[in-house]
């Protein structure tokens, strides 16, 4: 699955400022795509064997009252400045207000650790686009904490509140046909291969 728009600007904001990301991101939001889009891929990696990521890093957009939305749809509004997310309590029809609170709840069901991983990683990528190469000591750091905590939630030792994959009685934990599995001390990437 191609994971998307799962941060907001404001996420990056909280962080920085809305100028230095601007700066940043050089006034193009396709750098932003690619960066968060590397971030989220990179987190997606080390949980998708354990968590269900289809429903965690499910897409944030900008609401659009001319829309429909579909039950747990996140959206968010920009209001004084502030990002506020919400999510579709059930289907929400067009022409709906985001104050309705029959269809949307106020509220940030992203997991805030992953929030702040995919942050940290999206910044230091973008400082590393400045212009000598070198990313700030600061955000190098936070973001080699960020792949160690991607490294435990993968091994288990931190865990998420979030939804963890379900198998059919039919299928096995193996996701990828080509996941290496430990035996002893060999180890074989092709297993399901004869």
Same mark, same amino acid.
């Given at each position: 699955?191609?994971?998307?728009?799962y941060?907001?600007?404001?996420?990056?904001?909280?962080e920085?400022?809305? *100028?230095n990301?601007?700066?940043?991101?050089?006034?193009?939001?396709n750098?932003?795509?690619?960066?968060?889009?590397?971030?989220?891929?990179?987190?997606?990696?080390? *949980?998708?064997?354990?968590?269900?990521?289809?429903?965690?890093?499910?897409?944030?957009?900008?609401?659009d009252?001319?829309?429909?939305?579909?039950?747990?749809?996140?959206?968010?509004?920009?209001?004084?400045?502030?990002?506020?997310?919400?999510?579709?309590?059930?289907?929400v029809?067009?022409?709906?207000?985001?104050?309705?609170?029959?269809?949307?709840?106020?509220?940030?069901?992203?997991?805030?650790l992953?929030?702040?991983?995919?942050?940290?990683?999206?910044?230091?990528?973008?400082?590393?686009?400045?212009?000598?190469?070198d990313?700030?000591?600061?955000?190098?750091d936070?973001?080699?904490?960020?792949?160690a905590?991607?490294?435990?939630?993968?091994?288990?030792?931190?865990s998420?509140?979030?939804?963890?994959?379900?198998?059919?009685?039919?299928?096995?934990?193996?996701?990828?046909?080509?996941?290496?599995?430990?035996w002893?001390?060999?180890?074989?990437?092709?297993?399901?291969?004869?």
């Amino acid at each position: 699955m191609l994971y998307k728009n799962y941060i907001v600007k404001g996420d990056l904001i909280a962080e920085i400022n809305a *100028t230095n990301l601007e700066e940043l991101i050089e006034g193009d939001d396709n750098n932003w795509i690619k960066t968060e889009k590397k971030a989220l891929e990179a987190a997606a990696a080390h *949980t998708r064997h354990y968590y269900d990521t289809d429903t965690e890093f499910r897409e944030v957009t900008l609401h659009d009252a001319s829309k429909v939305y579909t039950e747990n749809q996140r959206v968010y509004v920009i209001d004084s400045g502030e990002y506020k997310l919400y999510v579709a309590l059930k289907d929400v029809p067009a022409t709906t207000v985001i104050t309705d609170e029959t269809y949307w709840e106020q509220k940030d069901d992203r997991n805030a650790l992953l929030v702040s991983i995919i942050v940290d990683k999206m910044i230091y990528s973008l400082t590393g686009r400045n212009r000598s190469g070198d990313s700030p000591g600061y955000w190098f750091d936070r973001n080699k904490d960020a792949n160690a905590e991607l490294v435990k939630i993968q091994k288990g030792i931190t865990s998420l509140d979030i939804p963890l994959l379900t198998y059919a009685d039919d299928e096995t934990e193996q996701e990828d046909p080509g996941q290496a599995i430990s035996w002893g001390e060999r180890s074989t990437a092709d297993n399901n291969t004869y």
